[in-house]
C-alpha cells in the first residue's frame, strides 16, 4: 500500500483529536492561535491528510484540549505511534493497490456469506467439478 493512503489507524487518530476539539468546544482558529500553527495543519491533522503527526504534536494538541485523564491520553498517543508505523502489506504496495488489506489486518472478525456449502477459498477442483454436474 502506498506510504500516502491513510490507514485506519491515523483515521482513528483523527476522529478522535477532532472529538477532542469538539468536547473542548474549542474551533479551529482558537487551536491555531493556542499552538501557533495554521489552520491547515491543524485541519489536515483532524482530517488525516497530514500524513504521520508526531507524539509531540497529538501530546500539545491535548494539553490545548484539556484533555486530562492519562488513560485517553495515552491512548491516543499510542494509537499516534501506532499510526506512525507502516503495516506488513506496505513492502508489497504494487499487489496490495487499495485498502482492503488495512482494513482486514485491523478487523477483530470477518464474516462471510457463501450459496455453497464449502467456503470459495476451501474449494477445491475436485468439489468444483462435482458440485457443477450435481
Known sequence: MADNRRSIRRRRLS???KKARVEAGKTIEEVSEATEWSMGKISNIETGV????????IRGLLDVYGVTDERRREAILNLT????????????????????VAFEG???SIRTYELARIPGLLQTPRYVVTVQVS
Open 81 to 100: 505511534r501506532q499510526a506512525r508505523e507502516l503495516g506488513w502489506w506496505s513492502k508489497f504496495s504494487d499487489v496490495f493497490t487499495d485498502d482492503f
Open 50 to 57: 497530514r500524513l504521520k503527526p508526531t507524539v509531540m504534536e
Open 15 to 17: 476522529v478522535e483529536i
Open 106 to 108: 485491523e478487523a477483530h
